[in-house]
């Protein structure tokens, strides 16, 4: 029982003195992630990949979205982007017909494989757009996934 009682103990000091830390400013915050409001608000495709800085994209063979033609339950949909494209440096991913578009950007660090999965929300039956950026160069592709309502078609 006593070491339950320290292991607590310490779990709560530990706690208590990352929140003071944080409440006087002291946390570094380079870690937190960067947010582009603009990208999040974009009105429509070509917006959204202006504000990422992500002009002229180029359909690709090399760039595949891997999903199921039908999403049963557009509150979970799940989505995988594979780039063949050498030294792949970042991927967005977008739903065309969803309030905010821009629904993932990963960073690919050099050395990892550029291959990105993820689960989206899809508001109704929409292109997704998975755009990657290689060698100064942007890439797209874009396919159709259809939600059905509840499970039942449509």
């Known amino acids: ?9 310490r779990v709560v000091q530990t706690g208590g003195a990352l ?12 870690a937190l992630a960067a947010w582009n409001q603009a990208a999040f608000e974009g009105k429509n495709i070509p917006d959204t990949l202006k504000a990422l800085n992500l002009d002229n994209p180029t ?21 995988q982007i594979v780039s063949r494209i050498p030294n792949t440096t970042r991927i967005a991913l977008m739903v065309e ?11 690919v660090p050099e050395g990892m494989l550029p291959d990105v999965a993820t689960r989206i ?7 997704i757009v998975a755009v990657a950026v ?14 059905t309502l509840g499970g039942c078609g449509g």
């Open 1 to 9: 029982m006593k070491t339950v009682d320290n292991t607590r103990r």
């Open 97 to 107: 017909k969803n309030p905010n578009m821009l629904a993932a950007v990963f960073d």
């Open 59 to 79: 359909p690709s063979g090399d760039l595949q979205i891997v999903a199921s033609d039908i999403a049963e339950n557009g509150a979970v949909v799940p989505i």
């Open 134 to 147: 290689a060698g100064g160069k942007v890439h797209t592709v874009t396919r159709e996934i259809k939600v």
């Open 19 to 30: 929140a003071a830390f944080a409440a006087a400013g002291l946390l570094p915050t380079d």
């Open 121 to 127: 929300r899809m508001q109704q039956t929409s292109n």
